[in-house]
Structures are given as structure tokens and as C-alpha cells.
């Protein structure tokens, strides 16, 4: 897979991720593709299965990542609960902030987050549902009341708007 890579730009592993499913057709990667479920990623994985993989960084993950990530998390899968957490871990730098500020995580909309990362915690039951799974020790429950607050706060304020505006 080396002659593919220097083909499309490769100069490190980690550089695999932006390949493409038209990458491989193009270069005669077809007959690679068509034993991997056409998944650029899964070609890539299994070729390279020695690196750390973050799949969450590929063009698109393979298929039915997220649903089978969730449930050996739920199962209690060490290395699925590593995953989680690493991905968790790269959507808060990319945000800008540590993992651990559940501060920063509730100014977090689902608007402010890119739709794949939006769609990955959708599996999860949204972004607490995996802090929660991937962070069982976090004290989320007072999180929980800020949430309902304000958005009883905001509900009274959508009212008062609409009484003023009729």
C-alpha cells in the first residue's frame, strides 16, 4: 500500500486518514477496497494495524463504528471505554479546552460541534450519555440541574417574549 500512499500524498501514518474512497479508485486500490466493505479506513486499519488509530479522524469511520464502540462500552470494554475517551479527549482540544472542564462542556452546543461529531455522540445518547460512560467518576449530576435550570430559565423567557409580542 506504500505505492498508494506516495501516490496521494502520504508522509506519515498518521497522513492516511485524509484518503479517500476516490484515492484508492483512481490509483488501483479498487481490488483492496472490495475486501475491506469499500472503507478506505478499514483498508488503512488492517494494512497498518500496528498504529494507534483514532477512526474518528478518517473521511468517514467504517461502517457501524459508533453503535458496536457503544456497546462494548457498554459492555465494559476496556479498550472501547479508551476509544470513547480518547475521542471525547480530541473533540475538547478541537473546542479548545481539557476533557475534565465540565464547565466548558455545558457551554458546548450540539449547533457549535461538527455534524460527524454531533451524529458519533447521537450513539451515545448525546454528549452527556458519553461523558457519563466514558467518565463514570464525574460529578455530572449537579450538570444535570444547571441544564434543567436553564432551560426552565429560558422557557420563561420565551414566554414573556411571546405575552409582550401579542
Request: proline share 4%; hydrophobic share 40%.
Amino acid at each position: 500500500m506504500d505505492w498508494l500512499g506516495k501516490i496521494i500524498g502520504v508522509q506519515n501514518l498518521d497522513d492516511w486518514d485524509k484518503g479517500t474512497w476516490n484515492d484508492f479508485k483512481r490509483n488501483k486500490g479498487s481490488g483492496l477496497l472490495a475486501k475491506f466493505s469499500n472503507s478506505p479506513s478499514q483498508v488503512v486499519m488492517s494494512v497498518y494495524s500496528h498504529h494507534p488509530w483514532k477512526p474518528w479522524r478518517f473521511v468517514a469511520v467504517p461502517h457501524n463504528y459508533w453503535s458496536e464502540l457503544h456497546q462494548k462500552a457498554l459492555s465494559g470494554n476496556v479498550e472501547a471505554l479508551s476509544m470513547l475517551q480518547s475521542f471525547l479527549e480530541d473533540v475538547a482540544q478541537i473546542n479548545g479546552f481539557h476533557v475534565l472542564q465540565i464547565d466548558k462542556w455545558y457551554e458546548t452546543t450540539s449547533a457549535s460541534l461538527p455534524y460527524s461529531v454531533a451524529y458519533a455522540l447521537n450513539h451515545f445518547g448525546g454528549l452527556f450519555g458519553a461523558l457519563r460512560l466514558a467518565f463514570p467518576h464525574l460529578d455530572l449530576v449537579k450538570y444535570s440541574a444547571k441544564v434543567d435550570i436553564q432551560k426552565q430559565l429560558m422557557k420563561q423567557v420565551s414566554e414573556v417574549i411571546s405575552y409582550e409580542q401579542s
